[in-house]
């Protein structure tokens, strides 16, 4: 298995960046979310409980094309 600073390296060099849409939540798809994401973000901005928010990473890491890197 592939470290999370491994994935960050990854998504740093890659050339296009996405934004993943949840149910019409919107977050990019980039280093510093899955640094967030690695250190348990609350992402207020995303004004999400916290199981709503489990949810929405939960289904962002699977339908990312990064997710098993």
Known sequence: MKSLQDLIK???AAKDVKEIEINGVKL???AETWARIGNRDSFPELGLSSS???DFLNE???NNDYNNI
Do not use: A, G
């Open 10 to 12: 990854h998504l740093e």
């Open 52 to 54: 709503d928010l489990d």
């Open 60 to 62: 962002f890491i699977t």
């Open 28 to 30: 990019p798809n980039t």
